[in-house]
């Protein structure tokens, strides 16, 4: 079994930075394919970046490239989110989900991943 806990959510005024993180537990993130998900009221569900298992290839979604950094810390078994240039669009509850097969590349669908973090709420002002 596999526990993750998001934390880092917030309110945050457009332009500004949040860190999302994901500690996990049960399991070493360096044996996990890792992702970051969000979904805004009235919207499907979205793989906003995710990082494969040993090698270590991130994916973005487009719509965050060059905004949002994927990154992880086995030291403290934690996955991370940086948003930085937050738009009013990224609002949405954030979730960090985890893959125990050994995928070459980052899974897309959510339908793909094993565990699940209960999600943190972003909300970015306009």
């Known amino acids: 079994q596999v526990q993750l806990v998001e934390s880092g959510g917030g309110l945050v005024q457009a332009g500004g930075s949040l860190r999302l993180s994901c500690a996990a537990s049960?399991?070493?993130?360096?044996?996990?394919?890792m992702g970051w998900f969000r979904q805004a009221p009235g919207k499907e569900r979205e793989l906003v970046a995710g990082?494969?298992?040993?090698?270590?290839?991130?994916y973005y979604t487009d719509s965050v490239k060059g905004r949002f950094t994927m990154s992880r810390d086995y030291a403290k078994n934690t996955v991370y989110l940086r948003m930085n240039s937050l738009k009013p669009e990224d609002t949405a509850v954030y979730y960090c989900?985890?893959?125990?097969?050994?995928?070459?590349?980052?899974?897309?669908?959510?339908?793909?991943?094993?565990?699940w973090g209960r999600g943190t709420q972003v909300t970015v002002s306009s």
């Open positions: 989900a985890a893959d125990t097969f050994p995928a070459v590349e980052v899974p897309k669908s959510g339908g793909e991943y094993d565990y």
């Open positions: 049960g399991r070493t993130v360096s044996t996990l394919a």
């Open positions: 990082i494969t298992r040993f090698e270590g290839n991130i």
